[in-house]
């Protein structure tokens, strides 16, 4: 019995490569779009864009895309801090004021530089996720 195979004829493979899911993340991480690597995905610093500028991959689809951005980011940002205060406590003999101190100001620099890298990084898992479930926008146009 033959079974009807999806259209061969798509520009999207069925699934990201190890070298295309490289490839995607090392854009959003330059904060360029994971299909085309021309578009920028920021309007500023921190404002997403609703899509590419130059072939219309939809950035934000939904209301809430981005909320595991934000556990992303949380995440990321809490397992520094602890790494921060074990270092600290460990390997140096500061008191508590010097620790806030240092520790704060790094901790704040640190989620300023790394939250448009996390949104990027959503927007990267976000396409592989619709290549690898065949999503009709994640085609060429
Ligand atoms: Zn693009």
């Known amino acids: 019995m033959a079974s009807s195979s999806p259209s061969t004829d798509r520009a999207v493979p069925e699934r990201p490569s ?3 899911w490289k490839r995607f993340i090392a854009r959003t991480w ?3 779009c994971p299909r085309c690597g021309d ?6 610093r921190f404002r997403l ?3 590419c500028e130059h072939r219309g991959l939809v950035f934000r689809r939904e209301q809430g895309a981005m909320t595991g951005q934000m556990y992303l980011s949380a995440v990321v940002t809490e397992i520094l801090a602890a790494a921060l205060v074990l270092v600290i406590f460990f390997g140096t003999d500061w008191g508590p004021g ?3 101190a240092v ?7 640190f989620s300023y530089w790394f939250l448009p890298r996390g949104m990027g990084l959503w927007v990267a898992v976000g396409y592989m996720t619709d290549i690898a479930n065949r ?3 994640v085609d060429g146009q």
Do not use: K
């Open 39 to 44: 578009g920028t995905l920021f309007v500023s």
């Open 18 to 20: 190890n070298r295309e």
């Open 30 to 32: 330059r904060g360029r």
């Open 98 to 100: 010097l620790s806030i």
């Open 103 to 109: 520790s704060v100001p790094v901790i704040i620099l």
């Open 135 to 137: 999503e009709p926008w």
């Open 49 to 51: 864009r609703a899509d």
